[in-house]
């Protein structure tokens, strides 16, 4: 009798365990979704930050390339006082500063405008450097916030 007991007990366990495994397999697929979705969109904010910090650091090179190419320079060398509009896309020089640090961005999106602000690109006149990137959201769970302007701007003053 003991046996039976014992045998009965054994089947009700394999019957339940049966009937969660469908639970199990559903539960599971539930929270790798979830997690995934979180990792990436962890990732995709981790980009974000990344991106914008790219183009703080292309804008400092970009002013700094501009006020060693003052006015004292040669002329065929020297860069400004007129304004310049561009991507880093379009193989200026100035675009060639700052392309090395579009890894992550299309060079095409990335829009470039310097201007001098006091009017001339002489010693002690000043040089004001706009980077400019639109991004898209990669995953779902950040495009609420949809597409996000990067920005970066920098003032230097012309050393020589």
């Given at each position: 009798m003991r046996h039976m007991a014992r045998r009965a007990a054994i089947s009700f366990r394999r019957r339940r365990t049966r009937r969660r495994s469908g639970v199990t397999v559903v539960e599971s697929a539930f929270a790798i979704i979830l997690t995934l979705s979180v990792v990436?969109?962890?990732?995709?904010?981790?980009?974000?930050?990344?991106?914008?910090?790219?183009?703080?650091?292309?804008?400092?090179?970009?002013?700094?390339?501009s006020i060693v190419r003052g006015g004292v320079m040669e002329p065929t060398s020297a860069w400004g006082p007129a304004s310049l509009s561009a991507t880093a896309a379009d193989g200026s020089p100035e675009a060639q500063v700052v392309l090395p640090y579009c890894t992550t961005m299309t060079p095409s999106k990335v829009k470039i405008a310097m201007t001098w602000p006091d009017g001339s690109n002489g010693i002690d006149d000043r040089v004001n450097v706009q980077l400019n990137f639109q991004r898209q959201p990669m995953t779902p769970l950040t495009s609420w916030m949809g597409k996000i302007n990067l920005y970066a701007s920098t003032v230097m003053k012309i050393v020589h």
């Open positions: 990436f969109a962890v990732l995709d904010l981790g980009l974000l930050a990344f991106q914008s910090n790219m183009l703080s650091l292309a804008a400092r090179r970009l002013a700094r390339e």
